[in-house]
């Protein structure tokens, strides 16, 4: 079956404590929405730093979460100096820390930063009506000049996603594909992980 694919450049979620902290009380307005309900790209912007280096010009993501969260790719992480894992979002317990700085503070954090697992948005109605229920992970191929196969791609369930894959930059570049291309899940002759 085909997906569309959602690629994610690095960026940032904030809580609202620390969002005081880098902005205190500016605005948080919306440059544009992304395809998962609610979720925007803010006009806000953060650098990330390390003891070896920073990345300017992080969007923050919309809206302010429960927790902060950093989601760079293993490519930034050589620049950083990092060597964060592959999570989940909201498994932060620990991730790899990083100091975010704003236009009025900055702010450190212990753990807060990862490389986010490839996943597939999916609601218990699609999951049903694709045959994928009690199933955690698929693979997923993806065409094109420099297609191929990525195995672990994690089913994330709400009622409130659209369908879609997301990748990281990373990922997306290595199979020279970009938002909005399809990719397709596999399901015949896979080994899957069912949970």
């Known amino acids: 079956m085909k997906i569309s694919i959602g690629v994610s450049n690095r960026h940032v979620h904030l809580c609202e404590e620390d969002y005081k902290k880098l902005f ?34 992080v969007r923050v993501i919309g809206p302010i979460r429960k927790y902060t969260q950093i989601e760079i790719s293993k490519t930034d992480s050589f620049k950083l100096g ?13 991730s790899s820390g990083i100091t975010i700085i704003g236009p009025v503070g900055e702010i450190h954090k212990e753990n807060g930063c990862i490389i986010a697992n490839r996943h597939i948005h999916i609601t218990p109605e699609e999951r049903i009506k694709y045959g994928l229920e009690n199933i955690e992970e698929v693979n997923v191929r993806l065409d094109g000049i420099k297609g191929g196969i990525i195995n672990h791609v994690r089913l994330k369930e709400s009622p409130k996603y659209a369908f879609e894959l997301h990748l990281d930059t990373d ?23 069912k949970i």
């Open 24 to 57: 205190n009380d500016e605005p948080f307005e919306v440059v544009r929405y992304l395809n998962q309900p609610g979720e925007f790209a803010s006009n806000k912007k953060v650098t990330i730093k390390t003891d070896k280096d920073i990345i300017e010009n």
């Open 82 to 94: 990092l060597n964060p894992p592959v999570r989940d979002s909201g498994d932060l317990e620990g």
């Open 171 to 193: 990922d997306a570049n290595a199979h020279f594909v970009k938002q909005g291309d399809l990719a397709t899940i596999i399901i015949e002759d896979n080994e899957i992980k």
